[in-house]
């Protein structure tokens, strides 16, 4: 639990800090300018993309239901990048866009759709049903005792 909250707060933590370097200033700054203008648009679908998956993935072992779990790793993505580009705004060099915004939305929504089609494919197995254990005896079930 604590190893998938770091996670996702890291690599938020990771995308807040690349949404406000300055190209050309710092070591992120120096690595953005070494990307391309359109790779750095395209770049955020699959970077929400991802952030909607850990979201989703870290709600579905807190026990909550996948139709729960997909809307709110959706809506955390998309307030998220709203957020980013907020704080964009006031970064020197750097400034806001809906397009950028929109490539959040559409790379949480496309992750979304393929943890819905992984779910669908395999109806429901172990994936995505985390068993939640309440104690000991739960967790040991199973195990051969010594």
């Known amino acids: ?3 998938a909250v770091s996670a996702i707060l890291g690599y938020m933590l990771l995308l807040t800090g690349l949404a406000v370097a300055s190209p050309g200033a710092g070591f ?3 690595l953005i300018s070494f990307v391309p203008e359109s790779w750095r648009d395209w770049a955020h679908v699959p970077a929400y993309g991802m952030l909607t998956w850990l979201a989703i993935h870290g709600f579905c072992r807190r026990g909550w239901p996948l139709r729960y ?4 790793g959706i809506l955390l993505t998309t307030v998220f990048g709203l957020w980013t580009e907020v704080a964009q705004g006031f970064a020197p060099g750097r400034e806001t866009s809906l397009q950028d915004l929109l ?3 559409a790379g949480g929504m496309m992750a979304g759709v393929m943890v819905l089609a992984q779910y669908r494919q395999f109806r ?5 049903k985390w068993p939640r ?3 000991l005896r739960e967790l040991m079930k199973g195990t051969p005792s010594r």
């Not at 779990?69 to 709110?72: E, I, Q």
């Not at 429901?124 to 995505?128: E, H, P, R």
């Open 1 to 3: 639990m604590v190893l």
């Open 133 to 135: 254990a309440t104690g």
């Open 124 to 128: 429901g197995a172990s994936l995505y």
């Open 103 to 105: 490539s959040d939305t």
């Open 69 to 72: 779990a997909l809307l709110c």
């Open 28 to 30: 992120a700054g120096a």
